[in-house]
DNA sequence: GTTAGTATCGAAAACGGTTTCGTGTTAATA
DNA sequence: TATTAACACGAAACCGTTTTCGATACTAAC
């Protein structure tokens, strides 16, 4: 095992300073041509490449930005994460992630593992229970030590830090609107627990949408789902008891799920019930029939993101004022398939 | 914004020396238990931790691992992904990680990214464009350069290291098996290009199989589908010339693309004819009927790619002799569904 | 009262770089 | 010839730790 070369192995052979080497590959006309020539020559030879630890240490910056997500195995996750992974690569960062598994504590031990040094920022989306118990006191110190941090799509308004969310509430209005043009009447929401900020907002647009068309909320005809449970059950409930002639869904596998019990019940889609889902993975491409969504675009996003923080980060480098704290919005858009009348 | 605190800080306050709040934070019985209390109360109250970085560049020890792998937003790799994360966390290390897009430049580049300090050891599994070209110095590189490297799925024999693989041959063998004794006679094979050591093992086991009963292989029944192209189209021309009763796919998308246009053409599964898909991702799992499959067990692949990483880089820390490279194998398993007669 | 031993702490080197500042040499200028 | 400026390089501080090796003071033993 060769030992890795450092900028005293160049000094000692080649007779000069530490200093001098250091100097000499940065291309500092400080240094003759001659020695730097030789120097560089030699580095290249035994390719020597910088301690990335050692000049972190020095100008107190690591080019890692650090991301903590509830959930790797999620199709938006992973794309919102290869867009952040782009971006911060092009830029010649590297990304470490950790994973919340959608829980407080691991939450919060990952946020600490990373604070002391090892990153220069943070990019989050917050886990299922942390908005469960609306505790953020872990990214309030984050922020009190001076770290950068960016929340997306799960996001809180009781934190000031930059943000990438997206135009929920105004999709969730435009779905629903185009349900209601084909001349659906009972349109189902099927969503998750209230707690997601996401749903919340998509349900909002849901309800506006059936305002403005004069059609009053009905109550019947919102599903609330659990996760992890015999979802297939419950479903098959609710089209029991509901007469239904649409579903939109704040998530691909629900909506999915409801084409699934509603195939079954015989009925027709979309001639009897369309089908909207949030999400633009897989499963909605390769359904049959295939499923309308709401494409999130998780690339910008995460793009996007990746871009407040190392901008943040860089200007802070530079010593200038801080820029107040901005929020980007991310417009979705509808990909229309086999589940809707178009 | 807040300093970070240090230990010279916290000297300093307490006028005692560095050393001293070193080794008291430590409980080294070289202190008093008078000073260590002060200290350490300081030291809670002030919330101090430790600089990851100056701690890495002291014993040359980063307690990351690097992960290299072709892509995310792929079920398998990010259910791999999840296993290293696991293990490494409970370890108390952190996971960067980098996604090469299956080209060879960006899997070289992302490597020597993190292989100058960054980095106790590398995870990956090769890109496609690696697996091609059969070029690996980059991969002996960092082998020789001491750091330690464990390959995992789509490996190389040319590369002598820690390697976690499939039993991809005696799985598709089984698989092939379990359709052959479904009384199935045309099995078809859906296949990447074959340069993928993976499919080609695959394509092996199917071969046995077919051997063992007494069947010829026919060229024919091999479909040959490449990545990112119209791929539905070949697929009907495909059942429009060749009589096929049984489809085994080396992945999920393909066989579920092929039950696509079997039921299209009017075909019965499984009556008429059966699918088994490699990958238990969700397509599979939410398809219409169910497909059976070959679940790959990433989480365990994963934690065991990251148990053989890290018991080396420990090993090499406690400077004991190293051990011979291992290749483990992970056992794959069928998972029963409506797409096959059981 | 000297010696040995122990408890408690600090100085300094080390990890591998970057950067400021100083110094010696040479060549140009007064 | 004396002065100065440019050039080329090295010494040393610094980033935040850990750790070895003294150093001091005090106690116990002879």
Known sequence: MKQKITLKHIARELEVSISTVSKALKNSDEISEDTKEKIQAFA??????????????????????????????????????????????????????????????KEVINMEM?????????????????QQKNDITHLKQVLDQGTPLVLFDRVT???????????????????????????????ALATTESYFNVSEKRAEGYKRALNEYGIEVDNDLVLVIPYDDIQESMIDAFFDTTDVDAVLSVNEIFAIQCMGVAKKRGMKIPKDISFIGFTDGLLSRYSNPTLTVVAQHGIQMGEMAAKLLIDRVEREDEGEEEESFKTEIVKASIINRESTLN
């Open 114 to 130: 990373l604070n002391n040094g090892s990153i220069d920022g943070f990019i989050m989306s917050l886990s299922a229970e942390t």
């Open 157 to 187: 308004d009781d934190l000031d830090c930059d943000k990438v969310i997206l135009n929920d509430e105004e999709i969730a209005f435009e779905a629903t609107k185009k349900l209601l043009k084909e001349g659906r009447k009972r349109i």
């Open 44 to 105: 290249k030879l035994y390719n020597y490449k910088p301690n990335n630890i050692a000049v972190s240490l020095k100008n107190k910056r690591t080019k890692n930005i650090g991301v903590v997500i509830p959930d790797i195995v999620h199709h938006f996750f992973t794309t919102v994460f290869r867009g952040i992974e782009k971006y911060a690569n092009e830029q010649g960062y590297n990304v470490i992630i950790c994973v919340s598994d959608e829980t407080f504590d």
